[in-house]
Structure formats: C-alpha cells, structure tokens
C-alpha cells in the first residue's frame, strides 16, 4: 500500500454495520489508500473541543487530518442532505483541489462535482 489516504467523511454517530459495510466498498475502491475514518478519531475531537480555547472538535480535522490526505469520500444523509461539519469538511478539500467522491448507503460511489481547478477556471473566464 503506497502512502495515499483518502478521508470517509461522514455523520457521526453513525449505524456501525453501515459503517463497516462503506469501508469495505471504499477500501475495494480504493486498494492503494488508507482510509482516514473520521470515527478513529473521535477522542482528539473531544479532547481538542474540551480542552482548548477557541477551538472546536472540528478544528482537529481540519488542521490533523484533511490537509494529509489525497482524496476525501462522503456520505449524506439518507435524504441525500449534508450535515454542516460535512459540507465544511467537503469544501476545505475541494479548495485544496483535492479528489472529492460520494457514496451513497447502497455503496455506489461516484465524483461529488466536477470542479475546475483555479487555472482551468481563469482559462474558462479569460481565455475564450
């Protein structure tokens, strides 16, 4: 396995059999990552929310965990919503231009959106 990671963002708690179920999808997926779960990382939530001033439980995943990874996959909703800690979570890796997927509760995973990146957009505006 080569030193990629990619990030399964979503709500948390969530049902652990529809958890362990996405995993397996993602990792099949996605052989050559390591899934960063943000449930692994539970404890650093509290503990950065509990004992640091300013900061939220979220802040840990923004500053620990997403800038390290290469990709990020989420999961909305059952009505296909996203929680706000998760569209935040999804907009900080797609500002890093970042791979962004979705899976949904059947495990079908596909591109969130397709961004342009910063050159392709300047291109489209200024470029015609």
Do not use: C
Request: glycine share 8%.
């Amino acid at each position: 396995m080569s030193g990629k990671s990619i990030y399964f963002g979503h709500p948390i708690p969530m049902d652990e059999e529809l958890e362990e179920e996405l995993l397996a999808v993602i990792a099949d997926e996605f052989p050559d990552y390591r899934i960063e779960n943000p449930t692994d990382h539970v404890e650093n939530y509290y503990d950065w929310r509990d004992n640091r001033d300013g900061v939220t439980g979220m802040d840990y995943y923004f500053e620990e965990v997403l800038p390290g990874v290469d990709a990020g996959v989420f999961l909305p909703f059952e009505d296909d919503r996203y929680g706000a800690g998760t569209a935040a979570e999804i907009g900080f890796l797609l500002y890093q231009e970042t791979d962004v997927y979705e899976i949904s509760h059947e495990g079908e995973i596909e591109p969130l959106l397709d961004v342009l990146t910063v050159e392709e957009t300047m291109e489209r505006l200024y470029d015609r």
